[in-house]
């Protein structure tokens, strides 16, 4: 009769010790989002610069129509993204790739699918001036904020002490102030890294459990899960032309090495369950699908049913909590303000 008791107990301490290594071997891979916003280098935050970056995030007039904001293909509410294969840029052009997440892309090691941009800082400026994207020419930015009375004396607080503070470079310091605040902390999975081997559910910690084994972690690993390497889409076995179009080589269209054709800038799988459609075409719109064509593509594996269930349940505890963000009164216009051009 007493051997039921033990028996139940060297299960139980069997089954712990393999969640302990499983945690272990997670926090060797993984670091928990920080709770606070990380520093960027060379360009301290400020409450006046954070105003500053927040309004013109939020503000459509960075864009030649006056139609389109930071927000218009990063959207806070949809988790970061615009919900849209390719976004619907100037005069309802479409850009050539996914828009990938703002949330906690103060992580990734550099910006857009092809790291073209080192930073936040460089990536603000590249859709303003994009000709597909915000439309703005160069010169074009820095007049139209100088002409809202209201934007001259937000740069000289958040940029005291330079003599013509409103300029390009200071408006894309400053919308990377903000955007380095966009981060989500506190996921399940950020949870289970620091020790609570609850946060995660039966069948999560059997996906976390079969994403390091089958091989995922390779690429998708650190704090953002991704984004901080990069890898060819297809290393195995490479997907269709609607997933992998031919004219779309990658980084190679930025270092021109022949070794970068079709590779990529790992994505982040933080809050992946909020931000399809997948890839850098988008066109993917299921979770399970991007799962089942990675493992093909990737590592050469055809997931069961059963694993692709269970992967994308691990991929459910990678949302945390999403920002908190009141709406910015944006200074108006006057008489002499540059006009929305058509």
């Given at each position: ?17 393999a969640a302990g290594s ?299 909590e999403q920002p908190k ?18």
């Amino acid at each position: 009769m007493r051997i039921f008791p033990i028996v139940i107990f060297l299960a139980w301490s069997a089954q712990a010790a393999a969640a302990g290594s499983l945690m272990s071997t997670a926090q060797g891979l993984f670091k928990p989002i920080p709770l606070t916003p990380p520093a960027l280098p060379g360009n301290a935050a400020t409450p006046a610069k954070l105003a500053l970056g927040k309004m013109l995030y939020f503000d459509p007039r960075l864009s030649a129509s006056h139609a389109i904001s930071c927000n218009s293909c990063h959207n806070v509410g949809l988790g970061g993204v615009d919900a849209e294969e390719t976004s619907i840029g100037h005069r309802w052009q479409r850009g050539g790739r996914n828009a990938p997440t703002v949330l906690n892309a103060v992580f990734n090691t550099a910006q857009f699918w092809d790291g073209r941009a080192k930073d936040l800082e460089e990536q603000a400026g590249g859709p303003m001036l994009n000709p597909i994207e915000m439309a703005s020419p160069h010169a074009h930015v820095a007049a139209q904020l100088a002409g809202i009375p209201g934007y001259v004396t937000a740069f000289q607080r958040a940029f005291p002490g330079e003599s013509d503070p409103v300029t390009l470079q200071n408006a894309q310091k400053a919308i990377a102030v903000f955007e380095a605040t966009l981060i989500t902390p506190d996921a399940p999975f950020d949870r289970f890294l620091r020790g609570d081997a609850a946060a995660l559910s039966p069948v999560q910690t059997a996906g976390l459990q079969l994403f390091i084994t089958k091989g995922c972690a390779a690429c998708h690993n650190g704090i953002n899960v991704g984004g901080d390497k990069y890898a060819p889409f297809g290393v195995v076995e490479k997907p269709g032309a609607e997933l992998l179009p031919p004219g779309d080589k990658g980084r190679f269209m930025v270092t021109k090495t022949p070794g970068d054709e079709y590779v990529f800038r790992v994505p982040t799988l933080r809050n992946i369950a909020l931000t399809a459609p997948y890839f850098h075409t988008g066109r993917a719109w299921d979770l399970r699908q991007a799962v089942a064509v990675m493992g093909v593509s990737q590592l050469g594996a055809q997931l069961t049913a059963d694993e692709i269930d269970k992967v994308t349940a691990f991929l459910d505890s990678l949302t945390g909590e999403q920002p908190k963000i009141v709406y910015p009164q944006l200074p108006p216009g006057v008489a002499s303000t540059p006009q929305p051009q058509p």
